[in-house]
């Protein structure tokens, strides 16, 4: 991604934070919340690159741009801020059947389907707004306290058009993902989760977004944090940057969780319906 790879891909991890709203991919510079961190070395993990998704080289549009850089394959993980699949019960086919329906609702001008498009697919009875419907893994983190998004839900903070643009991304880049392929495959996409992964490091995991300056501090101050927990090595820009955006800096964490499906190291391990539901990776 940054043109300047010294390391295996093997060792290259990239963390992305995602957005279901078709105006955060248009082709503006400052237009969009979507970024990508690359981050090089486990033991030592440094953050080696870091930028929106229009600034991926290429002249396709935006969303095209990333789907190309992951089946490039050019990482070892990639872990992405956004639902993987539905809960279980949702869809009757195969996984690999239920991105190919995804990959195949129309889209009229935007790069993926809507979130009541998607709802309608899984659930007709409930088209469009959907309902409150969560994942064994969401559930996890509803006990802690964190507001998670439901795949089933197209209204206020709904997951669904998070849900349709994640699985229209992984049809289009051909990638296999975990846990529906071994934890060994590489190259390998997962989902994260930036507010749970800061709960289980005590860390502030709302209350940073925004320009107002007690969200820049906290910022700062989670930043700080996490430099110390992980070794993360970063420079004085780059830190500057993560002070400014929260989606950077949910795009780092992303990167950070990823490792522990490298290393084993995951904070909740996958329960009984992860093979149907998916599963959030979150480093201990």
Not at 22 to 28: I, L, T
Not at 51 to 64: I, K, M, N, T
Not at 207 to 229: F, H, M, T
Request: charged share 20%; aromatic share 8%; with cysteine.
């Amino acid at each position: 991604m940054s043109g300047r790879r010294r390391r295996s891909s093997r060792d290259i991890f990239l963390g992305i934070d995602f957005s279901g709203s078709p105006s955060q991919w248009q082709q503006r510079p400052a237009a969009s919340a979507v970024w990508i961190a690359q981050i090089t070395g486990h033991e030592k993990p440094a953050l080696a690159d870091l930028r929106r998704v229009q600034d991926l080289p290429g002249d396709a549009p935006p969303f095209e741009r990333l789907a190309a850089l992951l089946r490039a394959g050019d990482f070892s993980i990639a872990g992405i801020d956004a639902p993987f699949s539905p809960p279980a019960g949702y869809f009757a086919g195969t996984r690999a059947a239920l991105l190919k329906a995804v990959r195949a609702l129309p889209c009229s001008g935007r790069p993926f389907a809507t979130g009541g498009q998607l709802v309608a697919l899984l659930a007709p009875e409930l088209a469009p707004r959907g309902r409150h419907a969560h994942r064994a893994t969401e559930q996890v983190w509803r006990r802690r306290r964190i507001n998670v998004r439901s795949v089933l839900w197209n209204g206020p903070r709904g997951g669904a058009p998070f849900a349709a643009a994640c699985m229209t991304l992984i049809a289009q880049c051909g990638l296999p993902a975990w846990p529906w392929c071994s934890p060994a495959t590489r190259p390998l996409l997962v989902e994260t989760f930036p507010a749970a992964q800061l709960r289980t490091w005590d860390l502030p995991w709302f209350g940073y977004n925004g320009s107002a300056p007690a969200a820049r501090r906290r910022r700062e101050s989670i930043v700080s944090a996490v430099v110390k927990k992980t070794g993360l090595s970063l420079t004085k820009s780059y830190r500057r940057t993560l002070a400014a955006s929260a989606d950077a800096l949910d795009s780092v964490l992303c990167a950070l969780a990823a490792r522990a499906v490298a290393s084993g190291a995951l904070a909740e391990p996958p329960g009984e319906t992860a093979a149907q539901e998916g599963w959030i990776v979150v480093h201990r």
